[in-house]
């Protein structure tokens, strides 16, 4: 079949490699010149199916309300804050109830084990080398961190997710330039886990797609999808549509706005974070894998030769618009933890500052199937776990359900991730289609 694929983020080549795999014949569409341009560019990183939950969750309305106002708080809310930003805030408190909480990470951690595995033979298999470090912590400063934590320690069990829960001296050994100076409790620890270099990875799956013949045309946007021929693609700057048997819709953020005229209203916002990356000044002082400060919600990974410090969740406002605070609690908690560790600006050295803007879905998991219109197919919504979630994803959506790739691998797998999440905008027959696919 001739598939196109609008997007080439990390859910777009994960999509596009395992299409052409299957032995479709494959066009990426990409406005931006290269791959990973945009969320997949710099993220933290963390790959932890365990940790793969919904954001909606019991308790998560007063936790975020209790710390809007303070300085380094983990959520923040910018303006101009919009009708759709509010539509969503309330679509997910809506979420946070208990039963809707289970069935959401349910989901999403079965889809988070399995994108480990796929990722690992895809890593194995290419021979793909980027930077990654095993292993990954959550740090906890204090009772009340400890306390805080067991709601999501007793997911981990339920899961059979591999974890101890370390005292301080345990962390030193693990993590043996932590700053002496910084008293802290301890840490879980899954050895399981780790951080990995997502744009890294991309390019590198880039390149074995264009081997297998997967065409990728950058600098080329999808202007238009028209309702009555969903595979059909208007490309901005030409006057014909390019026709294909099937598209898949991999557009991260802007993919609301371009299925929207075709009556698919998916309540997706951006929730922005940062991310700072700087050369490691000296090796013995710098982390040797993730780890994430439970506090602060920031993690701090080793990516190489450089360190990567990245958190905050911030709604509302715009991608130009860099919040200095948000970067200075980067900063703080790379300094709380591992001080030394990076070149610092103001020794000359070169900070990348990053600002991204998660696809979010207000109860958590992605949208991944048919999109209920003939030809169209949605791979979207990853929020904060599109890098842990991305190979699973490509395998488990597409034009043929993902049948092939079941067949290979060998294991029973059905589509994971129910529907619910897309409302037609005006709600005719065809779209009653849009409910649910089996969980
Ligand atoms: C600070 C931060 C930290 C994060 N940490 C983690 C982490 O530790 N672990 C994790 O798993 N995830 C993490 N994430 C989330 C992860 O980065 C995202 O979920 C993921 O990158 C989304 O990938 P995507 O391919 O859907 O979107 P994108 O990477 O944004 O890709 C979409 C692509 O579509 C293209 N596009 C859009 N419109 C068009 C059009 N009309 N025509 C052609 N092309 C188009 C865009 O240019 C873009 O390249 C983090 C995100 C942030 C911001």
């Known amino acids: 079949m001739r598939v196109a694929v609008i997007g080439a983020g990390i859910i777009g080549i994960t999509t596009a490699y395992e299409l052409a795999v299957d032995g479709h014949e494959v066009t990426v569409f990409e406005r931006r010149s290269a791959a990973a341009e945009e969320t997949s560019f710099a993220n933290a990183g963390v790959v932890a199916p365990g940790y793969v939950t919904p954001w909606a969750a019991p308790g998560m309305p007063g936790k975020v309300i209790s710390h809007l106002l303070s300085r380094h ?16 805030m309330w679509k997910w408190y809506q979420a946070c109830k208990l039963d809707t909480y289970l069935v959401n990470r349910a989901q999403m951690q079965r889809l988070a084990f399995y994108s480990r595995e796929r990722l690992h033979q895809l890593t194995d298999g290419l021979q793909l080398e980027y930077d990654r470090s095993p292993g990954y912590m959550v740090l906890l400063r204090s009772e009340k961190d400890s306390k805080l934590v067991q709601p999501s320690l007793q997911v981990l069990r339920e899961a059979g997710v591999t974890f101890r829960e370390i005292n301080a001296d345990e ?97 997706m916002t ?16 710098a982390p040797r894998s993730a780890l994430m400060d439970e506090r602060y919600k920031v993690a701090i990974s080793r990516l190489g030769n450089r360190v990567r410090v ?33 070149q610092h600006s103001n020794l000359g050295a070169h900070v990348q500052e990053w600002k991204g803007a998660r696809p979010m879905l207000p109860d958590g998991p992605p949208i991944i199937g048919s999109s209920g219109l003939p030809g169209l197919w949605l ?23 993902g049948q092939a790739r079941r067949n290979r691998h060998g ?3 059905d589509r994971p991730i129910a529907l619910v999440h897309v409302q037609p905008c005006r709600p005719k027959p065809q779209d009653e289609c849009l409910v649910a696919v089996s969980a």
């Open 379 to 401: 791979n979207l919504g990853h929020g904060s776990s599109g890098w842990a979630l991305s190979c699973g994803s490509a395998g488990a959506g597409g034009p043929d359900g």
């Open 171 to 267: 962390v030193r050994r693990i993590e043996p330039a932590l700053n002496p100076d910084t008293a802290f409790l301890g840490a879980v620890h899954l050895p399981d886990d780790g951080v990995a270099n997502c744009r890294q990875f991309a390019l590198l799956l880039k390149n074995e797609a264009l081997r297998i013949g997967v065409n990728f045309e950058f600098n080329t946007t999808a202007a238009q999808l028209d309702r009555a021929q969903a595979a059909s693609i208007l490309i901005a700057g030409e006057d014909t549509p390019r026709a294909f048997d099937q598209v898949v819709m991999c557009a991260g953020l802007a993919s609301a706005a371009l299925l929207r005229p075709l009556g698919l209203k998916i309540p």
């Open 310 to 342: 990245a958190g905050s969740a911030e709604i509302g406002g715009s991608l130009d618009t860099k919040r200095a605070s948000s970067i200075q609690t980067l900063y703080k908690v790379l300094n709380d933890w591992f001080p030394g560790a990076a």
């Open 270 to 285: 951006a929730v922005y974070g940062y991310s700072i990356s700087a050369p490691i000044r000296e090796p013995l002082n």
């Open 73 to 88: 708080a983990p959520v923040k809310l910018a303006w101009p804050l919009s009708g759709r930003d509010l539509a969503w």
């Open 411 to 413: 294991r029973p797998w």
